[in-house]
C-alpha cells in the first residue's frame, strides 16, 4: 500500500467520523427539542405559579392606579419628580416644587436651558387632568384667565398629560 493509498484511507476514515459525528449531533439536538416541546406547557404552568404572586402584585398597582383623578396625577407627580435635574423631555429638567404661600400650594417647576425656570401651578395641572385632552392656550386663558401664549409650560404640562395617559 503507498503513500497516497493510506492517505485516501485515513482522509475516508476521518470523513465518515466527522459524518458520524454530525449525524450524532443533529440526532442529540432534535431529541433535546422534541423533550422540549413535550414539556414546554409544563414548564409554563410552572412559571405561572411561581410567578403568580408578582402578577398578582403588578395588576394590583396597574388596578389601583386605573381612572386616577386629577388630585390623584397631582399626588404621582409629587411623588415620582423629586430631585432637581431629572429630565422631562428635550431640554427640560425638574427643578423641583415652588410653595405658592398665597394658596398653600406647589407648583411643578422646571428648567429649560438658558432660561429661567418656569412652573405650572397645582391647580391647572389638576383641571388639565381632569379635562382629559390636548390643552392648548385657549383653554386655559378660557378656565383660569390666563394666557401662556406659546409659552413653554404648555408644551411641558402637555408632555406630562400625555406621557402618563396610560393612568387614566
Avoid at 432534535?30 to 411561581?50: G, R, Y
Avoid at 386629577?70 to 422631562?88: E, H, I, S, V
Amino acid at each position: 500500500m503507498g503513500f497516497w493509498d493510506t492517505f485516501l484511507k485515513v482522509w475516508q476514515v476521518r470523513t465518515s467520523v466527522k459524518i458520524q459525528e454530525s449525524l450524532e449531533n443533529s440526532f442529540r439536538v432534535a431529541t433535546e427539542n422534541s423533550k422540549f416541546q413535550a414539556n414546554f406547557p409544563d414548564i409554563i404552568q410552572e412559571l405561572d405559579k411561581k410567578n403568580k404572586f408578582w402578577d398578582d402584585k403588578i395588576n394590583h398597582h396597574r388596578n389601583k392606579n386605573k381612572n386616577m383623578n386629577g388630585l390623584d396625577f397631582y399626588a404621582f407627580l409629587r411623588t415620582n419628580f423629586n430631585q432637581n435635574g431629572q429630565p422631562l423631555y428635550g431640554n427640560f429638567t425638574f427643578c423641583d416644587w415652588l410653595y405658592k404661600q398665597q394658596n398653600n400650594t406647589f407648583s411643578f417647576r422646571f428648567n429649560i436651558i438658558n432660561n429661567n425656570p418656569k412652573s405650572i401651578p397645582q391647580n391647572i395641572i389638576i383641571a388639565a387632568w381632569d379635562a382629559n385632552h390636548v390643552i392648548d392656550d385657549d383653554w386655559i386663558e378660557n378656565n383660569f384667565g390666563i394666557r401662556f401664549s406659546n409659552d413653554c409650560r404648555l408644551h411641558v404640562l402637555n408632555f406630562l398629560l400625555n406621557n402618563y395617559n396610560h393612568l387614566r
